[in-house]
């Protein structure tokens, strides 16, 4: 059948961010509404629950700052966590260091992997047939509390907005199971929402990683159909040395590699805090900022 296209819009508050193209998939998993819409400009993207996740062609906006600012700052990277990134792009980028041993990617939505390998296999690439990822169908707040103390180099949340079954993903309690879980160098990096469309959950994000890590940097860049387009990925990590200073060996092969990211962007791009969130924060941390 010539299906015709349909505009996808996602709605936030007085504002809609739509994309128009055609409905490949459209269905309830246990946890949510999933939607898979066929674009010219974008390729296919992903919708949960109303919320734009990501798509064939600005993926990269996304995924190369949530993995790199991280990943090329650790001279040596044997276990990552992610959880959530069910669409295979935070996996692929992580895959790229070559002494990685081991990444546990932990999605609660099987529903979101099975799709993503069909349909956004652009996204994943080969990385379902690397034998470093093991995947895992749980919740990744009880993931969490499973493991021993300083498991993993890298925690990395890739989830989708707060809502009813990730809003754990946000907590001070959450983020304090990730530190026990991290070794004592070990970074925590996540997606930490919009400035404009999503200011206080932004701030609260912020606020708490400041206070349980002794270290934190917040990127601000661009992903084109998120609400408001400006976006943001916070680090923390508790570590006295190199934080976010690009020493691992295969940085300068993976900023080739990149089609957004590389050290020069990471430094523009943290300086790119809003003066409404700088002051915010002074507020709290006065002379630590
Ligand atoms: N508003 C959208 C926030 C989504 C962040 N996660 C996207 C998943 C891409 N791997």
Wanted: glycine residues 6%; charged residues 30%; hydrophobic residues 35%.
């Amino acid at each position: 059948m010539n299906q015709s296209k349909v505009w996808i819009d996602e709605i936030n508050r007085e504002s809609r961010y739509g994309m128009q193209g055609k409905i490949v998939i459209k269905m309830n998993s246990l946890f949510q509404e999933i939607i898979i819409l066929e674009t010219e400009k974008y390729g296919n993207a992903l919708m949960l629950d109303g919320c734009w996740m990501t798509s064939d062609k600005q993926e990269k906006y996304y995924h190369e700052l949530l993995v790199h600012p991280a990943l090329s700052s650790l001279e040596e990277i044997t276990n990552i966590l992610i959880i959530g990134g069910g669409d295979g792009g935070t996996a692929r980028e992580c895959l790229k260091y070559k002494d990685v041993v081991n990444i546990d990617l932990v999605e609660i939505d099987e529903e979101v992997i099975k799709l993503s390998k069909i349909y956004l296999n652009k996204i994943g690439k080969g990385c379902w047939e690397d034998k470093r990822l093991k995947i895992h169908i749980c919740d990744g707040i009880k993931w969490v509390k499973t493991k021993k103390d300083n498991y993993y180099d890298v925690i990395i949340i890739d989830s989708s907005d707060p809502a009813e079954f990730s809003k754990g993903l946000f907590s001070k309690a959450f983020y304090e199971e990730c530190k026990r879980i991290l070794k004592k160098k070990g970074i925590l990096a996540t997606q930490s929402e919009s400035p404009e469309s999503f200011e206080e959950i932004h701030t609260n994000i912020l606020i708490s990683l400041k206070d349980i890590f002794n270290k934190s940097e917040t990127l601000y860049s661009f992903v084109p159909f998120y609400p408001s387009g400006i976006w943001s990925w916070t680090f923390a990590s508790d570590t006295e040395e190199g934080f976010l200073k690009g020493q691992n060996k295969d940085t300068v092969s993976i900023e080739q590699d990149c089609e957004i990211w590389n050290l020069n962007y990471q430094i523009g791009a943290i300086k790119m805090m809003p003066n409404k969130i700088y002051k915010t924060l002074s507020k709290k941390f006065k002379n630590e900022l």
